[in-house]
Each structure stands twice: as C-alpha cells, then as structure tokens.
Nanobody
Framework: QVQLVESGGGLVQPGASLRLSCVAS????????MGWYRQAPGNQRELVAD???????NYADSVKDRFAISRDNAKNTVWLQMNSLKPEDTAVYYC?????????????WGQGTQVTVSL
C-alpha cells in the first residue's frame, strides 16, 4: 500500500509564498513521477507541476514563473514552492505519485491540503 502525507497549506495574502510538502511511503517503484494537482470549487482537478525521479519537471503555464517543484528521491519527498500567490491559486492541492510496473499504471493520491489566497 502507498500513503502520501501532505503539509504546508494555509491562508495567505496575494503576493505571499507557501511551501507544500508531501512524503510518500509504502511500495513505490524507484522510477516514478511525483507531482501536485489542484482542484478549485466547480473546476476539474488540474496538474500544477510534476517531476520525475530523474529530475525532469513539467509546469502548468499559469504557474511556470512562480512555482518550483523539487524532490528528494531518497526520502520519497516532493515539495512545491509557491511564490507570488494569486487569488486564482486558491484550491485544494493534492500530491500524486505514479509509476508503471510491467506496463500497468499505478497512481496514488494524498488527502489534499487547502491553499487559500485572499486579502
């Protein structure tokens, strides 16, 4: 079984920064991708950023110059540094890890952490 535990959400003002953390435990293939998704009320869950175990990162266009994703493979930990936060970044942020075993895909999610950007 795989567990993902997120932390670091909260209420901040526009322009502030937050850092989200996610620790994965359990049976995780060493070759994997960890990432962050978010879901605002009434919207579909969307990719914010992900990073492979080899260090290749992808970002949504809306966060490209403001957010930075990083990871520690030895600790199965991924971070999302969010700078210059905007009200439209308000959402529940979910950590995700996914990998393939003999061609079969596995994906696991954290419980989510709320990020609210408001005056």
């Amino acid at each position: 079984q795989v567990q993902l535990v997120e932390s670091g959400g909260g209420l901040v003002q526009p322009g502030a920064s937050l850092r989200l953390s996610c620790v994965a435990s359990g049976s995780i293939l060493r070759e994997n991708t960890m990432g962050w998704y978010r879901q605002a009320p009434g919207n579909q869950r969307e990719l914010v950023a992900d990073i492979s175990s080899r260090g290749s990162a992808n970002y949504a266009d809306s966060v490209k110059d403001r957010f930075a994703i990083s990871r520690d493979n030895a600790k199965n930990t991924v971070w999302l540094q969010m700078n210059s936060l905007k009200p439209e970044d308000t959402a529940v942020y979910y950590c995700n890890v996914n990998f393939k075993v003999f061609g079969k895909s596995f994906a696991y999610w954290g419980q989510g952490t709320q990020v609210t950007v408001s005056l």
